[in-house]
């Protein structure tokens, strides 16, 4: 069963009883607040290096910040404490205790007129949320840079972020961005998420049973908890059974705005959004991905449109499911997208040298 309405929406979703972390709560530039959970390692492979990485995740549609946190061995913070690299995950805007524009409580303007749900959301990223984020946990623990890592709908809106970023001249840049990671967005939605997508807001739930915070108004019905799971986790035995009823209680209210944007402005602009990008891109797809198509031609067709980024990775995982950080392959992953950060918030310190006589 779902959390009650009567919980705290900061800690409800919380599933690690020994959980390392630490969360925070912040007052964005714009008045707004934003809340999270952080940890901040004392040693590590890196933790005295002074091209150290700020690692920023940011989590997908139904999700939270304690999605990087379900239970003591599937989290960031022991690659965190491995790597000496700081770890932080918001919960995005609109969503939990963050501030946001679309539920009842908020009282932050709209978007201005033309402008969608995502681009707005990106744009709190670029002008609110990273600044600040740099400021607190980067500048203080000696990072040089910071690197993003999106999970499912979050892509769509770090890759706007992005464009705003490389738009945005050197000097009236407020954090450096040395790179992005994106996983679970895809191009070609599989049978299955086509199926489950028809039975969203079918499903008859009983008033205790809803998720925290869900609204008729902006909130799609929730998914079934079997969609749910599906989604999460692939087919039983791709994962640890044990994630399963965690993966249920983490299940937040479906804003409908992000399908209408996945639907709309990101369908129709993608290409757009992704060819303003300037900054390094790391993707990847699961093969037990239950949203998303996930062969190799989905991984170039998805790539290809990063035509200014000056460096482009993409991979198809075998055995992953949409939530790669919850699989088998997690450790793998994690030590790759840690390793990935530290690299090119290192190969950003190094351009401007002075290397033409190598050409």
């Known amino acids: 069963m779902s959390p009650p309405q009567t919980q705290d929406p900061n800690t409800a979703f919380s599933t690690n009883p020994s959980s390392l972390f630490t969360p925070f709560t912040l007052r964005l530039a714009n008045n707004a607040i934003l809340t999270g959970i952080t940890h901040i390692p004392s040693s590590g492979l890196f933790h005295t290096s002074p091209t150290k990485p700020l690692l920023i995740a940011i989590h997908g549609a139904t999700c939270s910040a304690h999605n990087y946190d379900i239970n003591p061995q599937y989290n960031a913070s022991t690659y965190s404490a491995l790597t000496g690299i700081t770890f932080v995950a918001f919960h995005r805007p609109n969503y939990l205790g963050s501030s946001g524009w679309i539920r009842k409580a908020d009282t932050f303007d709209k978007p201005a007129q033309g402008v969608s749900d995502f681009e707005e959301e990106a744009r709190w990223y670029h002008e609110y949320i990273f600044p600040l ?5 980067g500048l203080k623990n000696g990072c040089s840079a910071l690197v993003t890592t999106s999970h499912s709908m979050a892509v769509a809106t770090t890759i706007i972020a992005a464009g705003y970023y490389s738009q945005t001249a050197v000097e009236a840049r407020k954090y450096p961005w040395a790179g992005m990671v994106g996983f679970g967005l895809g191009e ?3 049978a299955a998420m086509l199926r489950g997508s028809e039975r969203l807001g079918s499903v008859k739930w009983k008033e205790g049973e809803l998720p925290l915070g869900q609204e008729e108004d902006v909130h799609i019905g929730p998914f079934g908890k079997e969609d749910k799971l599906a989604l999460m986790l692939g087919p039983e035995g791709c994962c640890g059974e044990e994630l399963r009823e965690l993966c249920w209680r983490q299940n937040t209210p479906f804003l409908l705005n992000e399908v209408v944007d996945l639907n709309g402005v990101w369908r129709e602009r993608k290409e757009v959004f992704k060819g303003r990008v300037e900054i390094p891109v790391l993707y990847g797809v699961g093969t037990m991905e239950w949203l998303w198509k996930h062969e190799g031609r989905h991984v170039e067709m998805f790539t290809r449109g990063f035509v200014k980024a000056p460096r ?23 030590l790759r997208v840690f390793g990935w950060a530290a690299e090119v918030t290192a190969s950003r310190e190094v351009e401007g040298w002075g290397l033409e006589e190598f050409e």
């Not at 984020?133 to 946990?137: A, C, D, K, S, T």
């Not at 482009?312 to 992953?333: D, K, L, N, T, Y």
């Open 188 to 190: 070609e939605p599989t």
């Open 312 to 334: 482009v990775e993409g991979a198809v995982i075998s055995g992953a499911p949409h939530a790669i950080e919850w699989s088998p392959m997690a450790g793998g992953w994690w």
């Open 133 to 137: 984020l740099w400021e607190e946990f």
